[in-house]
């Protein structure tokens, strides 16, 4: 059973709002294989042109759980990208399309409603700052939920010794409100891989948190770090 079926077939059990919320999570996380509606398109991410097809009497756009299953379907020579699903929900965002996971030949597939899309394409908009956040204040934030410092600390224990320490501090640019940004200091062995390792942060923590959160990759010693030690809360 793929990864996806179980998630849903979990939340179809239970039909309790946690259990979609990790659905619709996993889904963003996930690589999809989508095809195209033109071998010759561009597959680019900003170029795509998805396959439309129609399901539960409305357009979806189609795609696969892996390009493994993508391969095993194909008939005849197609094109198509990948897309990880919080991009292809950005995509389809305000649209009237629903979006198809096929999973394996023999699993029903998984089907995200237009509204879902849209709650993905919110839910996973926060933008991942790896400067030094030159030109802000840095200060201490509002006190997060249990569950949300729950969730940060899981997310942050998961990265192991790649990740000896993080922070949640509030950065303020002149005229703005506060923003809640996770600090966190990365080992030398994984600098090169920082965005990445940001961006998986940022997308694991965005389904439980109330409100978009950032995310900054600061070098141990830069003065981002030094504040962040004095005022942040400490996670992990």
């Known amino acids: 059973m793929s990864r996806l079926t179980e998630l849903r077939d979990s939340a179809e059990a239970s039909d309790a709002r946690a259990d979609w919320l990790k659905l619709w999570q996993g889904v963003a996380g996930t690589r ?6 033109d071998s ?21 756009v189609q795609s696969y759980e892996t ?20 991009d292809l929900a950005k995509m389809l965002a305000g649209s009237d399309h629903g979006l198809l996971i096929t999973v394996s030949k023999d699993e029903e597939p998984v089907f995200l409603t237009p509204d879902v899309l849209d709650w993905i ?17 840095i200060s201490a934030p509002e006190l997060p939920s249990p569950e949300a410092i729950e969730l940060m600390g899981q997310t942050i224990a998961a990265l ?23 600090v966190l200091g990365l080992s030398d062995r994984v600098a090169r891989i920082e965005a990445e390792i940001a961006e998986t942060v940022t997308r694991a923590i965005q389904a439980g948190l109330p409100k978009p959160i950032s995310v900054a990759c600061a070098a141990r010693g830069s003065p981002l770090m030094h504040h962040a030690r ?3 809360i400490g996670i992990g």
Not at 68 to 81: K, R, Y
């Open 230 to 232: 004095n005022c942040g």
């Open 40 to 60: 010759d398109t561009n597959t680019d991410t900003d170029k795509v042109l998805p396959q439309v097809i129609s399901h539960a009497g409305m357009p979806a």
């Open 32 to 37: 999809l294989a989508v095809p195209v509606a």
């Open 67 to 86: 390009m493994e299953v993508f391969a095993a379907a194909l008939q005849q020579p197609g094109a198509c990208a990948e897309l990880d699903g919080a």
């Open 160 to 182: 192991g010794d790649d990740c000896p320490e993080a922070w949640l501090v509030a950065m303020t640019a002149d005229g703005a409100a506060p923003e809640p940004v996770l």
């Open 121 to 137: 394409a919110r839910t996973f908009r926060a933008h991942v700052d790896r400067s030094q956040a030159e030109g802000v204040r």
